[in-house]
């Protein structure tokens, strides 16, 4: 009888101290669903107002006149960086020095470009370029390419409007090519919100710096 009092007594003081915590931990989640039930309330009024609320549509034909042409910034992330240099099996530092060059204005890496031959029917155009990876008209590090290749055309310019949109078609032929399949618009959204996040984030950091 003593043992199982001293027991009793230790598991009422054990669940007096873990009820704090707990209420801090219940008070932490419910925040949590709160806050990730008002974001997708928001992404569903965004969705319902959108031009593309029913989807669009995009196949990659791998033309590469996305990697060509001229002069352009493709912007890599540490993150990219780490994938990329992993990918070739060389250090990240050789990758940076190697690939990429930095934009002083933007604060910001990008990938190397080559010049060649113009090949656009554009008379006064004799050079253009292309990414350091192109490979052909195929992309040599397609399954590792940056993020900012990976979410084309779901860029928030692309997208802004069906004015845009068929802008960007006169340039890719992959936008609502006829075999492609309909993203849907909750997929185009994320990726929008995506792309804006990581621009906020380094207007921060640029403003820290």
Same mark, same amino acid.
């Given at each position: 009888?003593?043992?199982?009092?001293?027991?009793?007594?230790?598991?009422?003081?054990?669940? !007096?101290?873990?009820?704090?915590?707990?209420?801090? =931990?219940?008070?932490?989640? =419910? *925040?949590?669903?709160? &806050?990730?039930?008002?974001?997708?309330?928001? #992404? %569903?009024?965004?969705?319902?107002? *959108?031009?593309?609320?029913?989807?669009?549509?995009?196949?990659?034909? /791998?033309?590469?006149?996305?990697?060509?042409?001229?002069?352009?910034?493709?912007?890599?992330?540490?993150?990219?960086?780490?994938?990329?240099?992993?990918?070739?099996?060389?250090?990240?530092?050789? =990758?940076?020095?190697?690939?990429?060059?930095?934009?002083?204005?933007? %604060?910001?890496?990008?990938?190397?470009?080559?010049?060649? %031959?113009?090949?656009?029917?554009?008379?006064?155009?004799? #050079?253009?370029?292309?990414?350091?990876?192109?490979?052909?008209?195929?992309?040599?590090?397609?399954?590792?390419?940056?993020?900012?290749?990976?979410?084309?055309?779901? +860029?928030?310019?692309?997208?802004?409007?069906? #004015?845009? +949109?068929?802008?960007?078609?006169?340039?890719? &032929? /992959?936008?609502?090519?006829?075999? *492609?399949?309909? #993203?849907?618009? %909750?997929?185009?959204?994320?990726?929008?919100?995506?792309?804006?996040?990581?621009?906020?984030?380094?207007? !921060? *950091?640029?403003?820290?710096?």
């Amino acid at each position: 009888l003593y043992w199982a009092m001293i027991s009793c007594r230790l598991s009422l003081l054990l669940s !007096r101290r873990q009820r704090p915590s707990t209420q801090r =931990f219940l008070r932490r989640d =419910f *925040a949590s669903v709160v &806050e990730k039930n008002a974001a997708h309330s928001a #992404t %569903q009024h965004k969705i319902k107002d *959108a031009w593309y609320r029913d989807g669009l549509k995009f196949k990659c034909t /791998g033309c590469g006149k996305c990697c060509t042409g001229a002069s352009g910034w493709v912007w890599i992330s540490d993150d990219d960086m780490d994938n990329i240099s992993k990918h070739l099996k060389i250090s990240k530092n050789e =990758f940076v020095d190697e690939y990429t060059e930095y934009v002083p204005e933007k %604060q910001r890496y990008t990938l190397k470009e080559r010049v060649v %031959q113009a090949t656009s029917i554009d008379p006064d155009r004799e #050079t253009e370029f292309e990414c350091i990876f192109l490979n052909g008209k195929m992309c040599s590090i397609y399954e590792h390419r940056p993020q900012q290749c990976r979410t084309f055309p779901w +860029w928030p310019d692309v997208v802004r409007s069906k #004015t845009s +949109w068929e802008n960007e078609k006169e340039r890719c &032929e /992959g936008l609502d090519h006829p075999e *492609a399949q309909v #993203t849907p618009a %909750q997929d185009i959204c994320d990726v929008v919100e995506l792309e804006r996040n990581s621009k906020a984030r380094k207007r !921060r *950091a640029k403003i820290k710096t």
